[in-house]
């Protein structure tokens, strides 16, 4: 599956934003999908991920009541609404997806399969 995510830009303090990633390729809703993030000099982190469904997510810690993953199996796209954005929350954004069992729960980015490029985001505060 190809994967391109976009939405990206510069950003308020405050602000919101809705990333986009755009599937192709093969069935969209045979994979779990996920956002992972990675700022300057660290380490790429997991987001948030969504069931082949939609029916069940899980978010980190840091954007958990901000953030909004979503998807539209008919669209093939997945979505990923932020909300009250803060400079912390500057990275390079990329959305993943995973073959194997139906779960959300698990955050490391191994697990996943195939990787689409980042989509900048940047707030300024």
């Known amino acids: 599956v190809q994967l391109q995510a976009s939405g990206g830009g510069l950003v308020q303090a405050g602000d919101s934003l809705r990333l986009s990633c755009a599937a192709s390729g093969h069935t969209f809703n045979n994979f779990v999908m996920g956002w992972f993030r990675q700022a300057p000099g660290k380490e790429r982190e997991f987001v948030a991920a969504?069931?082949?469904?939609?029916?069940?997510?899980y978010y980190s810690d840091s954007v958990k009541d901000r953030f909004a993953i979503s998807r539209d199996n008919a669209k093939n796209t997945l979505y990923l609404q932020m909300n009250s954005l803060t400079p912390e929350d500057t990275a390079l954004y990329y959305c993943?997806?995973?073959?194997?069992?139906?779960?959300?729960?698990?955050?490391?980015?191994?697990?996943?399969?195939?990787w689409g490029r980042g989509t900048q985001v940047t707030v300024s505060s």
């Open positions: 969504i069931s082949r469904s939609g029916g069940n997510t």
């Open positions: 993943a997806a995973r073959v194997g069992p139906n779960t959300v729960g698990h955050t490391a980015s191994e697990l996943y399969d195939y």
